[in-house]
């Protein structure tokens, strides 16, 4: 068993609740190992699985949480590399495949799943369904249920339907049964890698949410996963709309620009631009497909935005690249030294019943590559925005980033207050009105355990002039990599996020219980409470017990006590809504807050 003493230097110290300034110069991962030592707790081996191929940038994509997890006293116990190229993948057998994904696995577990390559594929994935402890999807059950047709084919289609709609960027597929559908049979050549075909190798799975989804059914007490089922709602950008627009009705506009989705409010859109002059629309509009990464993006003026939004897509068989919203331009930006900027902050999401969510009180101010240009807001002829009017990562690579406190020196304390304020509001408001959805995706996903999840939130904040907050996206895996050419600057994208990242562990550590299941990693001495001495640890089945007996109220000052600088969001849900599902539990816990 490892445990982590906490030097003087490194101890967590609050103000207000909050991270002090001192928090900002050290690491993250540090943090969380004093956040564990200054509580008494002991650090057995906490067994996690990334699940790396996911990924396109490979470990590049996944180091910092891995970094983070390992001084909490972490070991990765699966989750293979990625493939150096898709054509060095394609040219090896399954066995290979296997071979080199059990460099990450114990020597031990290497061992006992290793099989001979004269197996077929099909043989295989059978055989390490067995040995690791494989426990089949909703679909493969259904396939072997004596259930009828009928049956069958409802639950297939919700559990395709979650499926489909929790991937990242082909969610925004439009409606229709052959997305629903398909999201089952294209299925991943390397999916029997995949971290939810073997639950019982680890006690954190580290993945995106369609494949933490697929997990829920299957935990026992002590397990999580990266995700929360039905929190797609915001991350796709249609569905984002509607559900902003269903829940808060026209204040779903001061925060987000006033968005149509395409094709559904084609006519309400038409109307709209008929009905309002100059001094209402801002004369661009930016129209979104369903790809990430700043793909797709079409800047066009008002007299030609319709015109643009029903050409037909050049890829009919790519829902994903077809035009999902039509969203007014913001052309008055806050422009420091010149230079557009976004801000990229983490949203936080632990429960829904009650909801409870976070806030990050660190983030990253990402600044365009090029000067802001109002008299050219596209390349040449074309549609495609110009780089001085795009903040994304993607297109403006080892550009200037700044963390929150420069942007506060740069705008005033006073100003800075005033915006972080409207930013908590927009941001409590959006968590709230997703609880619908969420509501009814736990109905049909009914998880084994009501804990096994946590979700981590990119939202993107545009600022104008007047210091408006306008929230522009939610991304459902926003990036935690630290890449720049500028050494300081890949060191300050580094300590933000593995701040944030060793907080967010520290809310949900009270749920993870490492322990030896079968197939599984062996227990620690204390774990099996024959030590020599008198352990300090409970069982691992005690804890378990205790861990599914909690109650939402343990629960919530577990993660109030253990926050570091994730500020809550609950005392500012819209009670009064009555098109929020709110639960009686929803209104003692703001009441508790508040008292």
Same mark, same amino acid.
């Given at each position: 068993?490892?445990?982590?003493?906490?030097?003087?230097?490194?101890?967590?110290?609050? #103000?207000?609740?909050?991270?002090?300034?001192?928090?900002?110069?050290?690491?993250?991962?540090?943090?969380?190992?004093?956040?564990?030592?200054?509580?008494?707790?002991?650090?057995?081996?906490?067994?996690?699985?990334?699940?790396?191929?996911?990924?396109?940038?490979?470990?590049?994509?996944? $180091?910092?949480?891995?970094?983070?997890?390992?001084?909490?006293?972490?070991? *990765?116990?699966? =989750?293979?590399? %990625?493939?150096?190229?898709?054509?060095?993948?394609?040219?090896?057998?399954?066995?290979? $495949?296997?071979?080199?994904?059990?460099?990450?696995?114990?020597?031990?577990?290497?061992?006992?799943?290793?099989?001979?390559?004269?197996?077929?594929?099909?043989?295989?994935?059978?055989?390490?369904?067995?040995?690791?402890?494989?426990?089949?999807?909703?679909?493969?059950?259904?396939?072997?249920?004596?259930?009828?047709?009928?049956?069958?084919?409802?639950?297939?289609?919700?559990?395709?339907?979650?499926?489909?709609?929790?991937?990242?960027?082909?969610?925004?597929?439009?409606?229709?049964?052959?997305?629903? +559908?398909?999201?089952?049979?294209?299925? *991943?050549?390397?999916?029997?890698?995949?971290?939810?075909?073997?639950?019982?190798?680890?006690?954190?799975?580290?993945?995106?949410?369609?494949?933490?989804?697929?997990?829920?059914?299957?935990?026992?007490?002590?397990?999580?996963?990266?995700?929360?089922?039905?929190?797609?709602?915001?991350?796709?950008? %249609? #569905?984002?709309?509607?559900?902003?627009?269903?829940?808060?009705?026209?204040?779903?506009?001061?925060?987000?620009?006033?968005?149509?989705?395409?094709?559904?409010?084609?006519?309400?859109?038409?109307?709209?631009?008929?009905?309002?002059?100059?001094?209402?629309?801002?004369?661009?509009?930016?129209?979104?497909?369903?790809?990430?990464? =700043?793909?797709?993006?079409?800047?066009?003026?008002?007299?030609?935005?319709?015109?643009?939004?029903? *050409?037909?897509?050049?890829?009919?068989?790519?829902?994903?690249?077809?035009?999902?919203?039509?969203?007014?331009?913001?052309?008055?930006?806050?422009? $420091?030294?010149?230079?557009? +900027?976004?801000?990229?902050?983490?949203?936080?999401?632990?429960?829904?019943?009650?909801?409870?969510?976070?806030?990050?009180?660190?983030?990253?101010?990402?600044?365009?590559?090029?000067?802001?240009?109002?008299? *050219?807001?596209?390349?040449?002829?074309?549609?495609?925005?110009?780089?001085?009017?795009?903040?994304?990562?993607? #297109?403006?690579?080892?550009?200037?980033?700044?963390?929150?406190?420069?942007?506060?020196?740069?705008?005033?304390?006073?100003?800075?207050?005033?915006?972080?304020?409207?930013?908590?509001?927009?941001?409590?408001?959006?968590?709230?009105?997703?609880?619908?959805? @969420?509501?009814?995706?736990?109905?049909?996903?009914?998880?084994?355990?009501?804990?096994?999840?946590?979700?981590?939130?990119?939202?993107?904040?545009?600022?104008?002039? #007047?210091?408006?907050?306008?929230?522009?996206?939610?991304?459902?895996?926003?990036?935690? @990599?630290?890449?720049?050419?500028?050494?300081?600057?890949?060191?300050? $994208?580094?300590?933000?996020?593995?701040?944030?990242?060793?907080?967010?562990?520290?809310?949900?550590?009270?749920?993870?219980?490492?322990?030896?299941?079968?197939?599984?990693?062996?227990?620690?001495?204390?774990?099996?409470?024959?030590?020599? =001495?008198?352990?300090?640890?409970?069982?691992? =089945?005690?804890?378990?017990?205790?861990?599914?007996?909690?109650?939402?109220?343990?629960?919530?000052?577990?993660?109030?006590?253990?926050?570091?600088? +994730?500020?809550?969001?609950?005392?500012? +849900?819209?009670?009064? %809504?009555?098109?929020?599902?709110?639960?009686?539990?929803?209104?003692?816990?703001?009441?508790?807050?508040?008292?």
């Amino acid at each position: 068993m490892s445990t982590h003493a906490c030097p003087p230097h490194l101890k967590r110290v609050e #103000r207000d609740g909050g991270s002090t300034d001192e928090d900002n110069d050290t690491a993250g991962s540090a943090l969380l190992a004093c956040s564990a030592a200054g509580m008494g707790l002991s650090m057995p081996v906490l067994r996690y699985w990334v699940d790396e191929v996911l990924w396109s940038q490979g470990r590049v994509a996944t $180091i910092q949480i891995e970094e983070v997890l390992d001084v909490m006293g972490g070991q *990765r116990t699966g =989750g293979p590399h %990625k493939f150096s190229s898709k054509s060095a993948q394609s040219s090896l057998s399954p066995c290979t $495949i296997h071979q080199q994904a059990a460099v990450a696995l114990p020597a031990s577990k290497a061992g006992n799943n290793s099989i001979s390559c004269s197996d077929t594929s099909s043989n295989f994935i059978d055989q390490q369904a067995t040995a690791a402890g494989t426990v089949n999807t909703p679909d493969q059950q259904e396939q072997s249920s004596t259930a009828s047709v009928s049956s069958k084919k409802s639950v297939v289609a919700a559990a395709a339907a979650e499926i489909a709609d929790a991937a990242d960027s082909d969610g925004d597929s439009g409606n229709g049964n052959n997305t629903v +559908f398909g999201a089952l049979a294209n299925k *991943r050549a390397d999916d029997y890698l995949l971290g939810y075909h073997h639950v019982k190798q680890w006690d954190l799975l580290w993945t995106k949410s369609v494949y933490a989804i697929r997990a829920a059914r299957y935990l026992q007490p002590g397990q999580v996963v990266s995700a929360i089922a039905g929190l797609n709602c915001l991350t796709m950008k %249609k #569905r984002m709309v509607q559900t902003l627009r269903m829940a808060l009705g026209a204040k779903a506009f001061s925060i987000v620009p006033l968005s149509f989705c395409i094709p559904e409010d084609l006519w309400a859109w038409q109307s709209w631009l008929q009905t309002h002059g100059a001094a209402v629309d801002t004369g661009l509009w930016m129209l979104k497909t369903g790809q990430d990464a =700043g793909k797709g993006l079409r800047l066009v003026r008002t007299q030609h935005a319709m015109q643009v939004a029903l *050409r037909p897509p050049k890829n009919p068989a790519k829902p994903q690249n077809h035009i999902k919203v039509a969203q007014q331009y913001i052309t008055n930006p806050l422009l $420091i030294q010149g230079r557009k +900027f976004h801000l990229r902050l983490w949203l936080l999401v632990t429960s829904y019943c009650p909801l409870r969510a976070y806030l990050h009180k660190k983030g990253l101010v990402l600044f365009s590559s090029e000067l802001y240009d109002q008299s *050219r807001p596209v390349d040449g002829a074309s549609i495609k925005p110009a780089v001085g009017h795009v903040t994304n990562y993607a #297109r403006n690579e080892d550009t200037w980033v700044w963390d929150l406190q420069q942007l506060q020196q740069q705008i005033g304390h006073k100003q800075w207050h005033c915006l972080w304020q409207q930013i908590r509001s927009s941001s409590a408001l959006t968590a709230a009105a997703v609880l619908a959805p @969420m509501r009814a995706a736990h109905k049909w996903l009914q998880p084994s355990i009501s804990n096994y999840g946590f979700q981590m939130l990119g939202l993107d904040y545009l600022i104008d002039d #007047r210091l408006h907050p306008w929230l522009l996206e939610v991304n459902s895996a926003p990036s935690i @990599m630290a890449v720049h050419s500028d050494p300081e600057t890949c060191g300050l $994208i580094k300590a933000n996020k593995q701040a944030m990242m060793a907080d967010m562990l520290a809310v949900v550590q009270h749920r993870i219980v490492p322990q030896q299941r079968e197939g599984g990693a062996a227990a620690t001495a204390e774990d099996k409470n024959i030590s020599s =001495g008198t352990s300090c640890c409970s069982s691992a =089945g005690t804890k378990q017990s205790k861990i599914s007996s909690m109650t939402w109220q343990e629960e919530l000052a577990a993660e109030m006590a253990n926050r570091g600088g +994730f500020e809550p969001l609950m005392t500012l +849900f819209p009670m009064q %809504k009555a098109s929020i599902p709110w639960h009686q539990q929803d209104v003692q816990l703001q009441s508790m807050l508040q008292h």
